[in-house]
């Protein structure tokens, strides 16, 4: 398995040939559609041919204090909860899941 979270260059790193040679290969790569508007489709039209494709939306940092289910959160206030889970992203992100077919 390859993570890939590097900015906005997975636009670059990522074309037909490198990904069909690794078509045997799963992969998890966070898109920034906001560095690199148009990333998010190219990368599916590239991956889709060799492999299945998942994209998995991140939740906001509202949504995260009541949708985690890790027990130290809930003995804080939901204020310090908050804090705690915050990521302050720019935008919402997206995940590419790729999955060796």
Same mark, same amino acid.
């Given at each position: ?13 990522? =074309?037909?040939?490198? #990904? %069909?040679?690794? &078509? ?11 560095? @690199? ?23 906001? =940092?509202?949504?995260? #204090? %009541?949708?985690? &289910? ?11 909860? @908050? ?19």
């Amino acid at each position: 398995m390859i993570v890939c979270d590097i900015e906005g260059g997975e636009g670059d790193l990522f =074309d037909d040939d490198i #990904v %069909s040679r690794l &078509r045997r290969t799963d992969f998890i790569v966070e898109l920034h559609e906001a560095f @690199r508007p148009g990333v998010t489709n190219d990368l599916l039209n590239i991956f889709k041919k060799t492999h299945t494709i998942i994209l998995i939306d991140a939740i906001s =940092d509202e949504e995260k #204090v %009541s949708a985690y &289910r890790y027990p130290p959160l809930h003995r804080m206030s939901e204020v310090l909860c @908050r804090y705690a889970t915050a990521e302050r992203r720019y935008s919402k992100m997206q995940w590419l899941v790729a999955l060796a077919g």
